[in-house]
């Protein structure tokens, strides 16, 4: 959209005038003061009032104090909070028409009109009720004398948006909801630290989570750490499911694991809708393998704790998004909740997600177990199926038998979730009927014939391992190309699977090349991005990026504490990426600073006294802090020191200042839940894909493809997973600085810059549009629809 269009559009979407409060109900949940900040500051921001509503609907209730304006600095310092600081209570009275009609008057004594509530089904479905019966309660208080005629005239309409907080992710129509993948931290870390001493002593642990309805926390997290046993609410096991998980429990140990995990939401049932606790499935283990069984019950765990960078920025997103929404509305516009989908922003009809959602949690009492997986969303269908995958090893003659020869190599880099998708990828192999190869050291040890088969139980464990356990090198083929050809007859490599970054990018375009003098290159290869920088065309997110975000804003968040109860104080922080600048900017939105310099956005000596000028009006206030993140290539003359020297010289007097190199330890840590599933389910398709190319290219006794399309990147491209020709990829690749011409996060920069209180013009064209929940629907549900 063209700037002046821009401008044009933003200015209809004033807030002058208006009115808007935000609340937090029901269950807490992290990232829900990074969504409340960001309805604030992007309120005011718009010339709009925003009040805080404490103690949520308890509060509108009750009126006074509990309803107050909110201020810019109201929100400073909250980003890394966990839960919510303006308070949640689930409210008895609101439920009540009376209770409602006091709220009604709370509002309109204050001149809202504009809600925006953060919270789970059950909030959200009070709320449009609320303002379906909005017009009847203005007229009850017009009757009893409590407002005016006028009041009714102004305030006429109550317009809501949604968005979703809650840790179980059991909300229909988004892809995450606001404190999952928080919660998914919080899970994991116990995860990785009870293996350790149950590896010790040779135990089993039943881990129990949260999901009284939903399974997804104990899905992705049996997926991510490679749980031998998941019970989930929607998909109870079948009749004879005690000996079946016995069997499989022994089978693990047999094959030299010193540890079994099994892992239980705490909604599971049989069957026949009988609970399974956490302590029956120990009593099982112990009754009858005779293993050394513990439980442990996470419980509020899940729920606390900082929010991870994911979380952070969806709900910042959303909650700049709620605002956009309710400038928008018109006296009948139905309420909305704001979403994510893939990485894209979506509206959607508040009542189609609740009664979505509702039929899930009926086709479970109906015993319809397949309609609520598919009801769920294709995401939790592709995790239940992708942990089927991995986790259950048919027996040997119950395998497909190819005798196809697949070798995987990792290439650049070291990135968190390279071990993931690697244990993915050998083990989908394996089920699809493949002798899988692991390579050493990346093309080099490609050269050099470090190459071996590697088995089922050779990558248990890998899920939680950071760095890359088969190696990894940046160098490329070309060189060696000779060597690597006549290393794939010797083996008989039937297809190539390539972890890794730009290097592999680079390397799977050079062994294309090569085709057409090396025969034994003519075979099915696929490339599945992983590196920090999350600079590989082709592909909106990368295996590592988000283990690196949460590294640089946990980083961020301490650094930043270390200015507490001291003087004004400005950090200058240079994070890694080559010349892409996603780490920086995502890292700045997720961390909440004041600037973020790229080398896509160029910027000179007067764009840097605009910033120093900025911060030093933000610290006469009362900001107490400021943060600067800079790539490390943004520009060759103003490096990190050129920084550091001219904030310290133009802040003398307001602020002192102080910088850190954030270095190596971007790439190193145990990779996160994201970048854990992520991994795990990009490779699992990747594998499958070669599957099928090998199936199409297999002629005359051997496999023979040498077609655009049998060398592909598997990539994220908006909602979707797309396998396109690396050579279709040349256009859309800047070679010099190895990045993508275009790329999708430059739209959040106005964010950042909007929440550090810039003056800045916002590309509204990316705004979500509304759209109506289309899911996996069984057909009995299509029809009742």
Not at 405 to 412: K, R, S, Y
Not at 559 to 586: D, P
Not at 609 to 636: F, P
């Amino acid at each position: 959209m063209p700037q002046s269009e821009n401008k044009k559009f933003f200015e209809n979407l004033t807030g002058a005038g208006k009115a808007i409060a935000v609340l937090t109900s029901g269950g807490d949940a992290q990232g829900m003061n990074a969504a409340v900040r960001a309805v604030v500051r992007m309120g005011i921001y718009v010339g709009a009032k925003v009040y805080f509503i404490h103690e949520g609907y308890q509060g509108m209730v009750d009126g006074g104090d509990n309803i107050a304006e909110a201020k810019w600095e109201s929100v400073s310092s909250m980003l890394q909070v966990g839960g919510t600081v303006i308070g949640s209570a689930r409210c008895k009275e609101f439920r009540t028409h009376e209770g409602r009609l006091k709220a009604a008057h709370n509002l309109v004594r204050k001149g809202i009109t504009n809600l925006c509530v953060i919270g789970g089904d059950g909030s959200l479905t009070g709320a449009n009720l609320f303002r379906e019966e909005w017009s009847g309660l203005l007229a009850e208080l017009l009757e009893q004398g409590l407002i005016d005629e006028e009041a009714t005239k102004i305030y006429s309409a109550l317009h809501i948006v949604g968005m979703v907080g809650s840790i179980d992710n059991d909300f229909c129509g988004t892809d995450m909801t606001i404190g999952t993948d928080s919660a998914l931290h919080r899970i994991i870390e116990v995860v990785d630290a009870i293996m350790t001493t149950a590896q010790s002593h040779q135990r089993t642990f039943v881990l129990e989570v949260m999901g009284r309805h939903c399974g997804y926390l104990a899905l992705v997290s049996a997926l991510a750490c490679g749980a031998d046993w998941v019970l989930i609410p929607e998909m109870p096991p079948e009749d004879g499911w005690e000996e079946k998980m016995c069997q499989k429990l022994c089978a693990t140990r047999s094959r030299g694991s010193r540890l079994n995990i099994i892992i239980v939401a705490e909604g599971a049932t049989d069957r026949q809708g009988n609970a399974i606790t956490s302590s029956i499935v120990k009593d099982l283990v112990v009754c009858r393998l005779g293993f050394d069984t513990r439980v442990t019950i996470l419980g509020h765990v899940q729920r606390g704790g900082t929010p991870s960078a994911f979380d952070r920025i969806l709900a910042s997103r959303m909650g700049v998004e709620a605002v956009l929404a309710l400038l928008e509305t018109t006296a009948n516009t139905a309420a909305c909740v704001v979403s994510l989908r893939g990485n894209q922003s979506v509206r959607l009809p508040l009542m189609e997600c609740v009664q979505m959602t509702q039929e899930v949690q009926k086709a479970m009492d109906e015993r319809r177990f397949e309609d609520a997986v598919q009801l769920r969303g294709r995401s939790f269908e592709n995790n239940l199926k992708t942990y089927k995958l991995l986790a259950h090893r048919k027996p040997e003659s119950e395998l497909p038998h190819s005798n196809f020869n697949v070798a995987v190599l990792n290439v650049g880099a070291p990135a968190a979730g390279m071990n993931a998708a690697v244990r993915s990828a050998i083990r989908v192999g394996i089920s699809e009927g493949h002798n899988m190869f692991a390579v050493n050291d990346g093309f080099e040890g490609f050269a050099k014939g470090q190459i071996r088969e590697i088995k089922w139980a050779d990558v248990g464990g890998w899920t939680g391992q950071g760095g890359s356990l088969l190696g990894t090198k940046r160098t490329l083929p070309a060189k060696h190309i000779g060597e690597i050809a006549e290393q794939m007859r010797k083996y008989n490599i039937n297809a190539l699977l390539v972890i890794g970054g730009f290097e592999a990018y680079l390397g799977i375009m050079e062994l294309l090349a090569a085709r057409g003098t090396y025969e034994e290159l003519c075979v099915p290869m696929v490339m599945v991005p992983a590196t920090v920088s999350n600079n590989v065309p082709g592909s909106d997110l990368s295996i590592g990026a988000d283990t690196a975000l949460n590294t640089i804003t946990d980083t961020c968040d301490r650094i930043k504490q270390s200015a507490s109860g001291t003087k004004r104080r400005v950090f200058i922080i240079e994070t890694m990426g080559g010349y892409c600048g996603y780490l920086a900017s995502v890292g700045g939105l997720a961390a909440g600073a004041d600037a973020a310099y790229i080398y896509e956005e160029p910027f000179n000596i007067r764009d840097l006294q605009a910033n120093v000028e900025h911060l030093t009006t933000k610290m006469k206030s009362s900001i107490q802090r400021g943060l600067i993140l800079r790539n490390e290539s943004c520009n060759e003359n103003y490096t990190t020191d050129f920084l550091y020297q001219l904030y310290s010289e133009e802040g003398r007097g307001v602020f002192d200042c102080r910088k850190n190199v954030l270095g190596h330890m971007q790439q190193g840590g145990s990779p996160s839940p994201f970048d854990r599933n992520f991994g795990t389910k990009i490779a699992a398709k990747a594998m499958q894909w070669i599957t099928k190319k090998l199936t199409d290219s297999y002629r005359q006794g051997r496999v023979f493809a040498n077609t655009e399309d049998s060398a592909c990147l598997l990539g994220m491209r908006g909602r979707a997973m797309v396998f396109q020709p690396v050579v279709q990829l040349k256009e859309e690749t800047d070679f010099v600085h190895r990045i993508p011409k275009e790329q999708w996060w430059l739209k959040l920069r106005p964010l950042m810059k909007i929440l550090a209180k810039y003056k800045t013009s916002y590309d509204v064209s990316d705004s979500g549009q509304l759209e109506h929940v289309v899911l996996n629907r069984p057909k009995a549900f299509e029809a009742a629809i």
